[in-house]
Antibody, heavy 115, light 106 residues
Framework: QVQLQESGPGLVKPSETLSLTCTVS????????WSWIRQPPGRGLEWLGY???????KYNPSFKSRLTMSVDTSKNQFSLKLSSVTSADTAVYYC?????????WGQGTLVTVSS | EMEMTQSPATLSVSPGERATLSCRAS??????LAWYQQKPGQAPRLLIY???TRATGVPARFSGSGSGTDFTLTISSLQSEDSALYYC????????FGQGTKLEIK
C-alpha cells in the first residue's frame, strides 16, 4: 500500500529555512499531486500547498512568498522549503497524497523553531 | 477567503448513542468536502470524501451528508474508540480545514 515518511531536522533557528522531505513508497510519485499540511501544537490543521512532478504547484496565499515545493522522481520524494521561519512555524508537518482530499498521510514530523 | 466553521467545539455523547457534527462553508463547495478523524499523537485519517462516500475500511456507523455550504458527519452507535478530534476540509476552492470538533465519550 501507499506509505509516506517525513524526514528532516527537528530544530531550526529563527530566520533560517526549514527543509523537509517526504519519501513515498508503494506508488510512483509522478502519478499524483502531493501536499504539505502542518499542525501547531494543540491547534488545528493548516494546508501549506501541493506540487506535482510536472513542476506545477499551488500554495496557500498566506505562505506563498516563503514556500517552495518540488518533486524528485528519481528518489520518489517530495520536498518542502519554508524560508524566514519564526516561532509561529513550530508545528508537526505532514505530507499527504492529494486527490482533492488528503489520503494517505505520513506520520508527521515535529519541527521546532528556536535559537 | 474561504472559511470552514465546525460546531460544536466539543461534544460529549454516551456509548451507543448518536453523534452529529456540523461543518459550514462560507461559500458553496458543492460536494467537495472531506471528514477526518485524528487521535492523540496520530496523523489524521480520512473518513469521508465527496461529502458522503466512506473511505476504504471506515465502519458503516460513520456517514456524511450535505452539499453546498452545510454538511454533517453522523456517527451512529458510538464506541469508545470514536473519541477523537474530527475535522472537515473543503477541496473545491483551496484546501481549507475547519477548526475541529472534539468528540468525547461519556
Amino acid at each position: 500500500q501507499v506509505q509516506l515518511q517525513e524526514s528532516g531536522p527537528g530544530l531550526v533557528k529563527p530566520s533560517e529555512t526549514l527543509s523537509l522531505t517526504c519519501t513515498v513508497s508503494g506508488v510512483s510519485i509522478s502519478s499524483f499531486h502531493w501536499s504539505w499540511i502542518r499542525q501547531p501544537p494543540g491547534r488545528g490543521l493548516e494546508w501549506l500547498g501541493y506540487g506535482h512532478y510536472s513542476g506545477s504547484t499551488k500554495y496557500n496565499p498566506s505562505f506563498k512568498s516563503r514556500l517552495t515545493m518540488s518533486v524528485d522522481t528519481s528518489k520518489n520524494q517530495f520536498s518542502l522549503k519554508l524560508s524566514s521561519v519564526t516561532s509561529a512555524d513550530t508545528a508537526v508537518y505532514y505530507c499527504a497524497r492529494v486527490s482533492g482530499y488528503f489520503d494517505p498521510w505520513g506520520q508527521g514530523t515535529l519541527v521546532t523553531v528556536s535559537s | 477567503e474561504m472559511e470552514m466553521t465546525q460546531s460544536p467545539a466539543t461534544l460529549s455523547v454516551s456509548p451507543g448513542e448518536r453523534a452529529t457534527l456540523s461543518c459550514r462553508a462560507s461559500q458553496s463547495v458543492s460536494s467537495d468536502l472531506a471528514w477526518y478523524q485524528q487521535k492523540p499523537g496520530q496523523a489524521p485519517r480520512l473518513l469521508i470524501y465527496g461529502a458522503s462516500t466512506r473511505a476504504t475500511g471506515v465502519p458503516a456507523r460513520f456517514s456524511g451528508s450535505g452539499s453546498g455550504t452545510d454538511f454533517t458527519l453522523t456517527i451512529s452507535s458510538l464506541q469508545s474508540e470514536d473519541s477523537a478530534l474530527y475535522y472537515c476540509q473543503e477541496y473545491n476552492r483551496w484546501r481549507t480545514f475547519g477548526q475541529g470538533t472534539k468528540l468525547e465519550i461519556k
